[in-house]
């Protein structure tokens, strides 16, 4: 019976595609030196060139038909004044639209009597003008709007800076395992292995009060953002 199967084996090996049988899937990669394991993180800078914002609007009604026709007037005119200010269609995308009923509780505890409703409609709002930020949302808050977020501000194509924090990550590491190297008397052999974590840059965002209508001269800084991506690289030390 062993003979069998050593022959049926034989066979069925014969049979595969030239250099099949001798594939090794899922080998470990051998090494004669030293396996230095390096994590490194690279990081850029670059100012953010796109703004993103929340702008709604809140009404309140005896009923829900009114809180919603009240809501829809006053939504109107907050698309128009984004229109004015020069945001496109496609950068305009409802984001929530919301209608709640409204109770009031009484002093004595029992059960709550309803007072109308409250209906809430937000867009969100896109624009690459950074510096009319201020003039846009002073102006979405003349024109009723009540309910504003943001701005938050982000990198629109970021991946030429994350090749550079890649890049800048690689180079750290590098260095890293040459003084790793030099400490134990050893050289910085073959790269065996490089994995990247998550590399994002990091949206900012503050919220923006009512208040500011008052002052028609809102200012928004951009300052700057980081990209860092991290590596995880393995070095072979002779």
């Given at each position: 019976m062993r003979s069998f199967l050593t022959l049926a084996s034989a066979l069925a090996l014969a049979a595969l595609p030239a250099g099949a049988?001798?594939?090794?899937?899922?080998?470990?990669?051998t090494i004669s030196g030293t396996r230095l394991d390096v994590v490194a993180t690279g990081e850029v800078s670059r100012v953010p060139d796109i703004a993103?914002?929340?702008?709604?609007v809140v009404t309140s009604a005896p009923t829900a038909t009114a809180a919603l026709a009240q809501n829809a007037v006053k939504m109107a005119s907050v698309r128009q004044a984004l229109k004015r200010a020069g945001i496109a269609d496609r950068d305009i995308q409802t984001s929530a639209i919301n209608l709640f009923p409204d109770y009031r509780q009484d002093d004595r505890g029992g059960t709550p009597v309803l007072t109308g409703y409250r209906a809430s409609n937000e867009v969100s709002v896109r624009f690459r003008d950074i510096a009319a930020t201020g003039k846009i949302l002073d102006a979405l808050v003349a024109q009723g709007a009540n309910q504003i977020n943001g701005p938050s501000l982000s990198i629109d194509k970021p991946e030429e800076a994350l090749d550079e924090a890649r890049t800048a990550a690689l180079r750290i590491a590098r260095a890293r395992a040459d003084l790793y190297a030099?400490?134990?008397?050893?050289t910085v052999g073959r790269i065996i292995?490089?994995?990247?974590?998550?590399?994002?840059?990091?949206?900012y965002g503050r919220p923006m009060m009512r208040e500011m209508a008052a002052d028609a001269s809102t200012q928004i800084e951009p300052g700057e953002q980081s990209v860092s991506v991290t590596l995880s690289v393995s070095f072979e030390l002779n």
């Amino acid at each position: 019976m062993r003979s069998f199967l050593t022959l049926a084996s034989a066979l069925a090996l014969a049979a595969l595609p030239a250099g099949a049988a001798t594939a090794q899937p899922n080998a470990m990669q051998t090494i004669s030196g030293t396996r230095l394991d390096v994590v490194a993180t690279g990081e850029v800078s670059r100012v953010p060139d796109i703004a993103r914002i929340g702008a709604g609007v809140v009404t309140s009604a005896p009923t829900a038909t009114a809180a919603l026709a009240q809501n829809a007037v006053k939504m109107a005119s907050v698309r128009q004044a984004l229109k004015r200010a020069g945001i496109a269609d496609r950068d305009i995308q409802t984001s929530a639209i919301n209608l709640f009923p409204d109770y009031r509780q009484d002093d004595r505890g029992g059960t709550p009597v309803l007072t109308g409703y409250r209906a809430s409609n937000e867009v969100s709002v896109r624009f690459r003008d950074i510096a009319a930020t201020g003039k846009i949302l002073d102006a979405l808050v003349a024109q009723g709007a009540n309910q504003i977020n943001g701005p938050s501000l982000s990198i629109d194509k970021p991946e030429e800076a994350l090749d550079e924090a890649r890049t800048a990550a690689l180079r750290i590491a590098r260095a890293r395992a040459d003084l790793y190297a030099r400490a134990t008397g050893k050289t910085v052999g073959r790269i065996i292995a490089i994995s990247e974590g998550g590399g994002q840059p990091s949206p900012y965002g503050r919220p923006m009060m009512r208040e500011m209508a008052a002052d028609a001269s809102t200012q928004i800084e951009p300052g700057e953002q980081s990209v860092s991506v991290t590596l995880s690289v393995s070095f072979e030390l002779n």
